[in-house]
């Protein structure tokens, strides 16, 4: 049953406007509620389904449950590889054929990793669903992990370091940070891992982690859009009831980043120009109480142009080109950094200075009720967009479920952001942003490496 081709459609140009406009228009009114059904198959995998027919376009995600904290020492990238990886096809799929599938159905997909999980996704006229549902149970059950796909995707993965990471400015911004942040955590080593792990990786290693992470007790399968829940139902069950639940346990790591003891510091050489100055701060794990107050934080200190680092150290000090800031919303506690690249002739130290002014402000004062309200008008914006497109919600779902338990949280996650007060704020502000709880870096031109 699970080899079975569904009938593909040839679909009209408009097909692929229509899945291109898909990532941008509401899937239903904005702030109404997002109605869905869950339910486990026997073999442990979650299913999510909702149901829009405001466009003819149906979102077929499946997010596994690891990402690059679930690899060990010495075999970093991993989780990152098979994203790459599980697009060479599958045993009723030939290599290359994956895309064409979906492309020639009028769709689109992609996949994407973070240190905790990953996440495929097909995007595809309605009348494909069963396509994409065939698509994913391949992907789970009868992927190729074999010599031939593993070479060629070493590759693009090398390609992708180099394009991505080694030929960009500051391109080793991230993974310094997280070398410098974590001593314990796997969260030490960046999704893309370390090329040298990947090159002694061996065809038995990528099928020992496709066996213990690939598989439905490991997974949700998060479906949005043109569908009835009882056809996708129906489906779902056509296509993954029969995939085996994995053999053994699922591994997660179970060691705990001990708290900092003082302040990280370090001077990294770079062939850019201009000095980088990077603060990270350990901050508690998404879906906590402090964390909802520490990203709110991390949105007034750094969201748009009248952010108060861009208002005070660009605008007003002259001292940056830029300066920004963002949170790692990760399953184990995390960081929330803040960034600002100098103007020419500027010591970092200054740059530095006054990032830590700012820094001191919030935790001294409370913000004015104005900038309040705007702070939670931005918060209320940034749900309500996350969840305009049918991709969107299915990732939510899946997001949600997977990490904190509880698929509803799409609709009332807001809520335990407007819970937060001002004096939350400042308190948060005060436990987290403190010398022995943070990392300092200076990225600065070594022109020694212009020769490299």
Do not use: C
């Amino acid at each position: 049953m699970l080899a079975l081709r569904p009938q593909i459609a040839k679909m009209k140009i408009q097909t692929y406007l229509k899945i291109a406009l898909a990532l941008l228009i509401p899937a239903a009114a904005n702030a109404q509620k997002i109605n869905f059904t869950e339910f486990d198959l026997k073999n442990g995998l979650h299913v999510i389904l909702h149901e829009d027919h405001s466009t003819p376009i149906v979102a077929v995600t499946v997010m596994y449950h690891v990402g690059s904290k679930n690899e060990t020492a010495g075999r970093s990238g991993m989780a990152h590889f098979f994203e790459h990886l599980l697009f060479e096809g599958s045993e009723y799929i030939g290599r290359g054929e994956y895309a064409r599938y979906v492309e020639n159905a009028g769709g689109a997909l992609n996949a994407n990793t973070t240190q905790d999980r990953t996440f495929y996704y097909d995007l595809l006229p309605s009348n494909q669903l069963e396509l994409g549902l065939w698509l994913e149970s391949e992907r789970m059950l009868h992927a190729k992990v074999e010599i031939a796909g593993i070479e060629t995707q070493r590759e693009v993965v090398k390609e992708e370091k180099r394009l991505r990471i080694d030929n960009q400015p500051y391109g080793t911004l991230f993974q310094e940070t997280l070398d410098h942040a974590y001593n314990v955590h796997p969260y030490s080593w960046a999704p893309i891992g370390s090329m040298t792990d990947l090159n002694a990786a061996q065809e038995a290693d990528f099928q020992a982690f496709y066996k213990m992470f690939y598989v439905p007790n490991n997974a949700v399968l998060s479906i949005a859009g043109d569908i009835t829940i009882k056809e996708a139902t129906e489906l779902v069950k056509k296509y993954f009831s029969e995939i085996p639940r994995g053999a053994g346990p699922i591994v997660r790591p179970s060691a705990v980043e001990p708290v900092n003891q003082g302040e990280v510091r370090d001077s990294i050489k770079v062939k850019d120009q201009l000095p980088l100055v990077v603060q990270a701060y350990h901050i508690p794990a998404q879906g906590t109480k402090d964390f909802y107050a520490v990203d709110m934080l991390n949105k007034l200190l750094a969201d748009g142009s009248s952010s108060r680092l861009n208002r005070a150290i660009v605008e007003e000090k002259e001292l940056a080109l830029f300066s920004s800031a963002f949170t790692y919303e990760t399953e184990d506690p995390g960081l929330t950094m803040a960034f600002s690249l100098a103007n020419m002739g500027v010591d970092p130290s200054q740059v530095e200075a006054a990032m830590n002014e700012e820094f001191e402000r919030v935790k001294n004062e409370l913000i004015s009720e104005k900038e309040f309200q705007k702070l939670r008008n931005q918060i209320e914006n940034d749900f309500i967009t996350r969840n305009q497109s049918v991709a969107g919600i299915a990732e939510s779902l899946a997001n949600y479920h997977m990490y904190l338990g509880d698929a509803n949280l799409i609709n009332t996650e807001i809520d335990k952001y407007m819970a937060v007060t001002r004096e939350d704020l400042m308190n948060a502000a005060k436990k987290y942003y403190t010398k022995e709880n943070r990392v300092v870096l200076y990225f600065v031109h070594d022109p020694s490496l212009l020769n490299e």
